[in-house]
C-alpha cells in the first residue's frame, strides 16, 4: 500500500516505545501493520537522517549480538511532533470516512 | 560432490554480494565520501540483519543474499532521496573551501585589519571624491567599497543566528542590486547578459549553501554557512 509522506510518523511512532536501529523499525511498522504497510526498506535510513537533521531524532552506537549497530532515538521535539501528526492523522481518517461512507 | 556444492554456493554468494555493492555504488553516486561511507555501514548493517531473518525462517544463504537485497528496493530511487537529506561532494567541497577561507581571514590579525581598513579606505575616498566634484570616480569608488565590505566584512560580523543570517543575507542581495544598478546605471538593462554570467557563480554558491543548511543541524554551521 502507498503511504507516501507518513513514512516519517510511522518511524516516530516505532520509536515512541524503545530506541531501534533502522532494521528493527522497518520490521515494527510491517508487523504493526500486518503486513500490510509495506515499503522499501532503503527508502528509511533517507527518511531517518531527514528526521535527524530537524532533530526530531538522535542516533548513538550501540552493539547488538557483538555486531555495533546505529540506534535512534526520539526527542522531545519529535513527541510534539508525532502527538500533532496523531491528532492530524485522526482528524484526517475520520474526514475520509466519513467521505467513503457516504459514497 | 560437496565440494562443487560449496564451490557454486559460494559463486552465489560473491554475485549477490557484487549485487549488494552494485546496489551501494549506485545508491551512494555523487555522495561526498563520509556520507557514502555512512549509507554504507547502516545499509551493510540492515543487508546483515535482513539475511540472518531469511536464513532463520528457512532460506538457503543464496536465497537470503537475495531476498535481502530486494527487499532494499530500487537504489536509483535510494540515491535521490540520500542526497536530499545527506551532503553531496559539491557541497562537502564547498563547505570545506568555505571553512578554510573563514579560517585563513579570522586567525590572521594583520589579514583581518587589512580587509576592514581596505573597504572603508575606499568609501572615505569615495565621499571625498563625491564632495570635490569628482562623482563619476567617486561612484566606482563607492560601488568597489560595497562590494569588498561585503565580501571580506561578512566573516568578522556578529552574525550567529538564523535569524540575524536571513536578514544580512537579504540585505546582500539588495547591495548587489544596488552596485549592479550603480555601475550601469540606465544602461543595466542592455548589460543583463553580463549580470546572468557573472551572478551564476554567486547563485550556484548561495543555492548549495542553502541546501547544506537543510542538511546539517543548526548547532553544526560553520560561520560561513550563516552568510
Known amino acids: ?28 511498522i510491517k508487523e504493526r501493520s500486518r503486513g500490510v504497510l509495506d515499503f522499501k526498506e532503503g527508502t528509511l535510513y533517507p527518511a531517518l537522517h531527514k528526521l535527524e537533521n530537524e532533530g526530531l531524532v538522535e542516533s548513538y552506537e550501540g552493539v547488538e549480538k557483538g555486531r555495533p549497530r546505529r540506534y535512534y532515538r526520539i526527542t522531545k521535539s519529535g513527541r510534539k511532533v508525532l502527538s500533532k501528526d496523531r491528532a492530524e492523522w485522526r482528524q484526517l481518517s475520520q474526514a475520509v470516512t466519513v467521505i467513503l461512507g457516504e459514497a | 560432490m560437496s565440494q562443487l556444492a560449496s564451490h557454486l554456493n559460494m559463486n552465489g554468494r560473491n554475485t549477490d554480494k557484487s549485487n549488494l555493492d552494485a546496489w551501494l555504488n549506485q545508491a551512494t553516486r555523487h555522495l561526498s565520501r563520509d556520507s557514502a561511507a555512512q549509507v554504507r555501514a547502516e545499509i551493510q548493517e540492515h543487508y546483515q540483519s535482513a539475511r540472518d531473518a531469511a536464513i532463520s525462517n528457512g532460506e538457503t544463504p543464496g536465497q537470503a543474499d537475495r531476498t ?32 578554510w577561507e573563514t579560517r585563513a581571514v579570522c586567525s590572521r590579525t594583520w589579514l583581518k585589519s587589512l580587509l576592514v581598513a581596505m573597504p572603508v579606505a575606499a568609501l572615505w575616498a569615495s565621499a571625498a571624491l563625491f564632495l570635490g566634484g569628482q562623482s563619476e570616480l567617486g561612484r566606482t569608488l563607492f560601488v568597489g567599497g560595497l562590494t569588498l565590505l561585503v565580501a571580506f566584512g561578512a566573516p568578522m560580523l556578529p552574525i550567529y543566528t538564523p535569524a540575524r543570517a536571513r536578514v544580512f543575507r537579504r540585505l546582500k542581495y539588495v547591495l548587489l542590486a544596488v552596485t549592479f544598478a550603480l555601475v550601469f546605471g540606465t544602461h543595466a538593462l542592455d548589460w543583463s547578459w553580463l549580470l546572468a554570467c557573472s551572478v551564476w557563480p554567486l547563485f550556484w554558491i548561495e543555492w548549495t549553501r542553502a541546501s547544506i543548511r537543510r542538511k546539517i543541524p543548526q548547532a553544526r554551521w560553520p560561520k560561513h554557512l550563516y552568510l
Open chain 1, 1 to 28: 500500500m502507498n503511504f507516501k509522506g507518513t513514512l516519517p510518523t510511522l518511524i516516530l511512532e516505532a520509536l515512541a516505545h524503545e530506541p531501534c536501529h533502522g532494521y528493527r523499525i522497518a520490521q515494527q
Open chain 2, 68 to 99: 535481502a537485497v530486494a527487499a532494499l528496493g530500487d537504489a536509483a530511487t535510494a540515491n535521490c532521496q540520500y542526497r536530499n537529506v545527506l551532503l553531496t561532494s559539491a557541497e562537502a567541497r564547498l563547505l570545506r573551501e568555505g571553512q
